[in-house]
T-cell receptor, first 117, second 113 residues
């Protein structure tokens, strides 16, 4: 199998605080992990691609200083939302690519629902 | 134009019905195609990959037309448990040259008794 976990599953924080979300591949090593954001009734939008041992690559329009990504090991990537604001409230989902899969299949974590008050 | 376009639905069908979803993509260089299923407030789960020759997995059949840049998913004998949002997904290339997945907005299916 290919199991990916995320923690926390939901979080409520006050405006101006920072929130860290962890993404772990439990039974495989993931050289590449991805962070997505999904607003209600909208599609998943890729925020950044995280590669172990190197800097994350951010999609156009995503502020790298606001969304800090650290891919510390082959099984762990973290996303820190700094100085969160209500408009950052969203469903954040990570995924992990198994090995160097030619078919680019990704395995998704269960997501983290962030609410900023 | 969106990179991946889908009819948002919803498709409301009775149990046992056959339903088809369509999807078009804009990047002719895309090489990998998938259908994912997403239940409400859950993460997407891979339903099936889509191959050039078309492929079938039980009640699900996927077709790809590269010339038209068109992908389809057919569900036969719909079950109540098929109710979900179906996401059409193609691969692309990110700013750093890395492969990435591009998601359509999804088509909602509601199967009723």
């Amino acid at each position: 199998g290919a199991v990916v976990s995320q923690h926390p599953s939901w979080v409520i924080c006050k405006s101006g605080t920072s929130v860290k979300i962890e993404c772990r591949s439990l039974d495989f090593q993931a050289t590449t992990m991805f962070w997505y954001r999904q607003f209600p009734k909208q599609s998943l939008m890729l925020m950044a691609t995280s590669n172990e041992g190197s800097k994350a690559t951010y999609e156009q329009g995503v502020e790298k200083d606001k969304f800090l990504i650290n891919h510390a090991s082959l099984t762990l990537s973290t996303l820190t939302v700094t100085s969160a604001h209500p408009e950052d409230s969203s469903f954040y989902i990570c995924s992990a690519q198994k090995g160097t899969s030619f078919s680019y299949e990704q395995y998704f974590g269960p997501g983290t629902r962030l609410t900023v008050t | 134009r969106k990179e991946v376009e889908q009819d948002p639905g919803p498709f409301n069908v009775p149990e046992g019905a056959t339903v088809a979803f369509n999807c078009t993509y804009s990047n002719s260089a895309s090489q990998s195609f998938f259908w994912y299923r997403q239940d409400c407030r859950k993460e997407p789960k891979l339903l099936m990959s889509v191959y050039s020759s078309g492929n079938e997995d039980g009640r699900f059949t996927a077709q790809l037309n590269r010339a038209s840049q068109y992908i389809s998913l057919l569900i036969r004998d719909s079950k109540l448990s098929d109710s979900a949002t179906y996401l059409c997904v193609v691969n692309g290339v990110g700013p750093g040259g890395y492969n990435k997945l591009i998601f359509g907005a999804g088509t909602r299916l509601a199967v009723h008794p």
